[in-house]
Nanobody, 119 residues
Framework: QVQLVESGGGSVQPGGSLRLSCAASGGIFSAYVMGWYRQAPGKQRELVASITSGGRTNYADSGKGRFTISRDNPKNTVYLQMNSLKPEDTAVFYC?????????????WGQGTQVTVSS
């Protein structure tokens, strides 16, 4: 079982940048598809971006061109660089590790880190 710890959230003005980090332990990091999700008040949790162990990335339309996901397998860490932040990006951001084995999917979640974009 993998444990995930996010860091890097905070408050920023519109147009600013933040870099989120997620450190993983307790599993074989390279075996997991890593992702960032977010949940705004009153809304469902949604995918922001994901990255496979080989580096293939996928982004929600809301973050394309502004957000970049990356991973450092030797450091067991995944990052989310967020630029040109908007007030609507305000949410709790969660790190996700997904292990796909045959027909089963195991999801692991971090505790979340708050991102607030406000002037």
């Amino acid at each position: 079982q993998v444990q995930l710890v996010e860091s890097g959230g905070g408050s920023v003005q519109p147009g600013g940048s933040l870099r989120l980090s997620c450190a993983a332990s307790g599993g074989i990091f390279s075996a997991y598809v890593m992702g960032w999700y977010r949940q705004a008040p009153g809304k469902q949790r949604e995918l922001v971006a994901s990255i496979t162990s080989g580096g293939r990335t996928n982004y929600a339309d809301s973050g394309k061109g502004r957000f970049t996901i990356s991973r450092d397998n030797p450091k067991n860490t995944v990052y989310l660089q967020m630029n040109s932040l908007k007030p609507e990006d305000t949410a709790v951001f969660y790190c996700n590790a997904r292990l796909i084995r045959g027909g089963s999917v195991d999801d692991y979640w971090g505790q979340g880190t708050q991102v607030t974009v406000s002037s």
